[in-house]
């Protein structure tokens, strides 16, 4: 796969586990082949990439966004960190469980979205059936609907000669 400065994809998934594993791949493939490899040493986009892959909050998304009550609408996966004698940088992961209103042309999915410094490079949905998810985000305007979540501590991690990163993962859960 070439290079590319935004990775945008989207997929009708038949169930919440294969929107998951969807989000959650393109989330590793916008890692791998976006420009931030360039500005990221290759050690630590590996760690990125096995934290990506590894994180349980991540591979049960499908399961704590489907709660009935207190159900994970929200996680973010943020590393930060300082390359060798490159400035600092930050990369931000994103998946959320949505329900449009009546009025958006979307529908129901899990989604993700990649930031790197601020800038998105990355956005998609793994659609899925009507029904299969009971609560999603909540519209932009009612900003107290979520309850937010420290999953841990910080992670810290030291790369001799390349650099030190931090890792924190943090979710929101719907009050209702």
Not at 123 to 129: Q, T, Y
């Amino acid at each position: 796969m070439a290079r590319v400065d935004k990775y945008n994809k989207d997929e009708n998934c038949s169930s919440l586990l294969s929107a998951n594993k969807f989000i959650v791949q393109c989330m590793v493939d916008c890692t791998e082949h976006s420009d931030v490899t360039k500005e990221i040493p290759s050690v630590m986009i590996k760690t990125i990439v096995k934290n990506l892959e590894e994180s349980n909050s991540l591979k049960n998304f499908h399961q704590t966004s489907a709660a009935r009550t207190y159900a994970v609408i929200q996680i973010d996966e943020v590393f930060e960190g300082k390359s060798g004698g490159r400035d600092s940088w930050k990369l931000v992961f994103r998946a959320d469980a949505d329900i449009p209103g009546p009025d958006s042309t979307q529908g129901p999915h899990l989604g993700y979205e990649v930031k790197f410094n601020g800038k998105r490079i990355g956005i998609g949905h793994g659609w899925v059936p009507g029904g299969l998810l009971t609560i999603g985000r909540p519209p932009r305007a009612v900003v107290d609907a979520m309850d937010n979540y420290m999953n841990g501590s910080n992670t810290k991690e030291d790369f001799p000669n390349q650099g030190k990163m931090i890792w924190t993962s943090t979710f929101k859960r719907s009050k209702s």
